[in-house]
């Protein structure tokens, strides 16, 4: 009887898989009524929350998002993964493909294949445009009012904290926001795409269910306790159920090779715990961690990077020299290593660890940027913007180095170019009285032909808004 019941779960969950490969047909806004209002929702999110922009983070998860869309038939829409600085169990998408994933959320994963699940997830929502089709029924409502409701839903009104409430002052969220919310029928169907994105993209389901048990494992007693995800995210015992008579039915099947780096993952885990997790929570875990494990070089480096962002840095740089007796030539630990020399004022042994670590590794923005700060220190102003010229040519997203380009070159009296790097840094992030008060300045001395197009046409387009605001 059990061998009966279990072919007709193998029936049934195959019939739903093949379902699922069809596109959905829907009524829902327009590609371009999406795209405005996911730009006013951006604007919202980018206000209230903590995006990140660290380029090791950001970039690890937009390439394993990008492995997924690979699988995908030609999309509307240019997809794109953010990280929020947030403790919560969390991730959303928005309308026209912004897909966000909590450092909280992140620190709780042990394998790629586990983010690469939230993130298959997550791809599915936008692609079966569940947002914008509840967006169509509600349109009466006006975009400001829409995009608001909205980002307050995806991140959790009621239990995410004030930002999230204040996303949707005003808006009538009380009522609205129910018709926005995800229901069960939208998380099963993104389930059923999703699984089949990420087994596409060679990675097996079961990360999926290993998150999402962790998840539902960290719901407590009272409502207020609930982790976000399972407020923006309903269902979640119909979708372990479903994920896991899935993978069952798929036993029989070859299972996909797993495309996971283990090290990759480990690293960028460590990143994500020691520089955007709770200071205290991380600090007593890794102690008790590197009493335990004394022999683990890996544990004494995490150990040594917590203890850097608390301050204790003699103690940290300890930690870093005895994880180097094992893993001497690991360009990440000397790159770490350097970078707390910097912090501590010790440049010219910055100088010396960094340089090791860039001739390992001279892929690594990170190495050069802190290079060109430590020559930027010691006054060695040409190195430094050179250091920082490779890193904004070569790694464009990597923000903090166009600030310290536009310093060391007004340092060097090149005021077009440094108020035009200060523009741009201000530019990406977002604050715009900055980034205008830098742009105008650049216009006054720029010589460069290019860049003075390119400013104006900046200009332009932050001042057109303003005069709509006046009239």
Request: overall charge positive; charged content about 25%; proline content about 4%.
């Amino acid at each position: 009887m059990k061998s009966y019941q279990k072919a007709i779960t193998i029936v049934i969950v195959a019939v739903v898989a093949m379902v699922s490969l069809i596109p959905p047909v829907v009524r829902s806004i327009t590609i371009k009524e999406e795209e405005d209002l996911s730009r006013q929702m951006m604007a919202a999110i980018y206000k209230y929350y903590d995006v990140i922009d660290d380029p090791m983070v950001v970039n690890y998860v937009n390439d394993i998002g990008r492995r997924i869309l690979a699988t995908l038939p030609q999309q509307p829409f240019r997809y794109q993964f953010h990280v929020i600085k947030d403790d919560v169990y969390n991730a959303f998408a928005t309308p026209a493909g912004h897909i966000f994933v909590y450092t909280g959320l992140i620190d709780a994963m042990e394998e790629e294949e586990e983010l690469a699940g939230i993130l298959g997830h997550e791809i599915a929502h936008v692609y079966c445009r569940h947002i914008s089709q509840k967006i169509e029924r509600q349109k009466k409502m006006g975009w400001a009012s829409l995009a608001g409701m909205a980002a307050g839903v995806l991140l959790g009104v009621g239990g995410a904290g004030e930002a999230a409430q204040a996303v949707t002052v005003g808006s009538q969220a009380a009522t609205q926001s129910a018709e926005l919310a995800y229901g069960r029928d939208d998380e099963m169907q993104a389930d059923q795409f999703g699984v089949e994105f990420i087994t596409g993209a060679g990675y097996n389901a079961e990360g999926l269910l290993k998150i999402l048990k962790k998840i539902r494992g960290k719901t407590w007693f009272g409502s207020d306790q609930l982790p976000t995800y399972l407020k923006t995210h309903p269902a979640v015992e119909d979708r372990i159920a479903f994920i896991g008579s899935w993978i069952e039915s798929h036993d029989a099947v070859a299972k996909p090779v797993p495309l996971v780096n283990q090290e990759n993952f480990a690293r960028i885990h460590t990143r994500v715990e020691t520089r955007y997790g709770d200071e205290e929570i991380i600090l007593s875990r890794l102690e008790s961690e590197v009493t335990r494990n004394q022999g683990d070089p890996l544990t004494h480096y995490r150990y040594g990077l917590i203890l850097a962002r608390t301050g204790k840095r003699q103690e940290a740089i300890k930690q870093m020299r005895v994880a180097l007796t094992k893993r001497a030539f690991d360009p990440y630990i000397l790159k770490d290593l350097g970078w707390i020399y910097f912090q501590d004022g010790q440049f010219p042994q910055a100088l010396k660890t960094l340089n090791s670590a860039h001739s390992m590794n001279p892929q690594d923005p990170e190495c050069a940027f802190y290079l060109g700060r430590t020559q930027m220190e010691l006054g060695n102003l040409p190195e430094a913007i050179d250091h920082f010229h490779k890193v904004t040519k070569q790694y464009p997203k990597f923000t903090p180095a166009y600030y310290y380009l536009g310093q060391s070159l007004g340092q060097q009296r090149d005021l077009g170019d440094a108020h035009y790097y200060l523009g741009v840094y201000y530019l990406r992030k977002r604050d715009y009285k900055n980034a205008l008060v830098q742009l105008q300045q650049a216009l006054k001395h720029m010589k460069d032909d290019s860049k003075r197009k390119q400013v104006e046409g900046w200009l332009a387009k932050m001042k057109g808004p303003a005069k709509k605001k006046q009239k």
